[in-house]
């Protein structure tokens, strides 16, 4: 199958995480459909695929690693191949897979003496997908993982990367108020947890965080409009540095939460969605990343410092030595990650699955070369 294809294909069926059954159909079809016996296919985490192409026993893989799920978002771009339902690859997901099927198809032409694990990986906007994978790829040795995230915050033909931290710490954070219900009549009778949470915005946005990025942007309370509520939830994320700095963080929203609870005689509790550690640059990988893209005329390179992103390739980065880096799309228009009008152009593919693949190439004749 060719690669713009399935990224068609892709494109108009999007599944939201830890629900990408028909993606993992297309993938394995797209696959199998390379009809060589170097490439063992599986599936994985549920929803995912991987393919493992071994030429060498006992010895180390390269990884390489595509999301896969789409968002519950109504698409707006009017293109040909838009979603056929009400979500959409406006993550860029789809592209992702798209070039890691023609990174597949161009090791496999290649004939590569070493071996490559490629991941497709699901559940990366919600569930952190990647640590389900690493528990089912504890005994396949890694020795450096890959992977790359579209943006149209870089035009076309620009990769973004630094080394150390590139994408934030990001934690799923609820915080839940409890009060005592009574009729909105006899409102003295009842603890207003709706009240107790309104306070403890008030204090949080008075609040001075330093280096890291908190918001909540969802809050659900109460049982209908004549009754005190019982019960609300402020619903957020925490981007930092390192989980340790998140933990800190906690501790600091916690203790106020536990002030405004007890000078209104309420409660309150805390809970942790999904967790995504840091995305940490390996520095030798950046290194020879950034020397062979500057060799190339026609790329430019940004080292962009770290970003609030949040990812779980994280789980990874943080297990083995990693590179990860922006690939630029826009072509003019910047709508940003997430937009129903985000679309990258099908030209993307071919170049960045180019690009990793020389560059793979070139860091593997490196070390045969030592």
């Known amino acids: 199958m060719d690669s713009i294809e399935l990224r068609h294909l892709l494109h108009q069926n999007p599944e939201i995480s830890f629900r990408e059954y028909e993606t993992q159909k297309l993938l394995i079809n797209a696959l199998k459909s390379m009809n060589d016996d170097r490439l063992k296919i599986y599936k994985i985490a549920g929803t995912g695929v991987i393919a493992i192409y071994e030429i060498k026993k006992n010895a180390p893989f390269i990884l390489y690693r595509a999301d896969m799920d ?24 789809d592209v992702h897979m798209a070039i890691a099927y023609e990174l597949v198809k161009k090791i496999l032409a290649g004939n590569f003496q070493e071996n490559f694990v490629f991941v497709f990986q699901p559940g990366e906007e919600t569930g952190a997908g990647a640590s389900y994978i690493l528990d089912e790829l504890e005994e396949l040795p890694i020795k450096y993982a890959f992977s790359l995230h579209v943006t149209d915050e870089y035009d076309f033909k620009t990769v973004a990367t630094t080394p150390g931290t590139l994408f934030a710490s990001a934690t799923e954070l609820d915080i839940t108020f409890l009060g005592k219900p009574a009729h909105i009549a006899f409102y003295d009778r009842g603890i207003d947890s709706i009240k107790i949470s309104m306070q403890f915005l008030n204090e949080f946005y008075n609040e001075n965080f330093e280096d890291v990025l908190i918001g909540f942007g969802k809050i659900e309370g109460g049982d209908a409009r004549n009754i005190v509520s019982k019960e ?45 550690p840091q995305v940490v640059v390996d520095e030798n990988l950046y290194r020879k990343f950034k020397t062979f893209v500057n060799k190339k005329t026609e790329v430019n390179f940004i080292n962009c410092g770290m970003k609030f992103t949040g990812e779980d390739f994280g789980y990874f980065s943080n297990r083995y030595p990693s590179l990860m880096f922006w690939a630029g799309t826009s072509k003019g228009e910047k709508f940003g990650l997430h937009n129903p009008k985000f679309l990258p152009d099908d030209e993307v593919i071919e170049f960045y699955s180019s690009l990793v693949y020389e560059f793979l190439k070139e860091l593997i004749e490196s070390e045969r070369d030592i």
């Open 70 to 93: 789409a968002l519950p978002i109504k698409e707006e771009t009017n293109w040909k191949y838009a979603s056929k339902n009400n979500n959409m690859h406006a993550c860029g997901h």
């Open 232 to 276: 609300t939830t402020i619903m957020g994320s925490i981007r930092t540095q390192s989980l340790d700095i998140t933990e800190k963080i906690i501790e600091r929203l916690s203790r106020i939460a536990r002030k405004v609870s007890d000078e209104n005689k309420g409660s309150y509790f805390i809970n942790k969605g999904s967790v995504y």
